[in-house]
């Protein structure tokens, strides 16, 4: 298995990358997609959610009200901490057994996870990082996703820099272009991931929570 770190700032086009990645072969686990997973209804996470945050949070239908959840930990530092104790643990245990599964295998393994800059792991084969300049990071999520502006920036502003991703990285991809211009980026990428040599046989443990 050769386990690559995807990472990139909110608003980069990490997500679209991810896909493409899957379309030259690569077997992604995606850490939102867990999160998701995990915070619907009947999941343990949820439940533990509600406990500490109340009904309130939850949509008619039982389900997450994801807008109300984010604007009540914005800005509280306390409830933003006791979400991520909650969430965190379980997402690295689902994200881990995944990575278990593809041990053995040929595969190229792709980690894609928002924040891995900020809560790195282990004996990573190499970092990917999808790159973006932030005037353009923050005119793409106003017209993409509807954002404020200032609300762009105040999410950016939450997550690592743009320098520090672009030190921790091993290849860049610059997401600034075209789509035909990512897809080539993405491409030389991929042979890259290709090239690299296998990761040893505990790689993809949190490295600041090691039993999760």
Not at 147 to 152: F, K, Q
């Amino acid at each position: 298995m050769i386990l690559v770190g995807l990472t990139g700032g909110i608003g980069a086009g990490k997500s679209v990358v991810s896909a493409q990645l899957a379309q030259h072969g690569a077997v992604v686990i995606d850490a939102d997609v867990i999160v998701r997973r995990l915070q619907q209804p009947g999941q343990e996470v949820l439940r533990r959610m509600v406990e500490r945050f109340g009904s309130e949070i939850l949509a008619d239908s039982g389900h997450l009200d994801r807008a109300l959840l984010a604007a009540r930990v914005f800005g509280d530092k306390q409830a933003l901490a006791d979400l991520n104790a909650i969430v965190h643990p379980a997402v690295g245990r689902d994200m881990l057994a995944q990575i278990e599964a593809q041990r053995d295998t040929n595969s190229v393994v792709v980690l894609d996870v928002p924040l891995l800059i900020e809560n790195p792991r282990t004996g990573l084969c190499g970092v990917l990082v999808v790159d973006l300049d932030l005037e353009t990071a923050v005119a793409r999520l106003v017209a993409q996703r509807g954002l404020s502006e200032s609300d762009a920036r105040a999410r950016i502003a939450r997550q690592a820099s743009r320098t520090v991703r672009r030190l921790a990285a091993d290849w860049i991809i610059d997401n600034s272009g075209s789509r035909l211009d990512l897809a080539r980026e993405v491409a030389a990428a991929w042979r890259w991931m290709c090239s690299l040599p296998p990761a040893d046989h505990d790689a993809g443990r949190l490295s600041a929570a090691p039993d999760s």
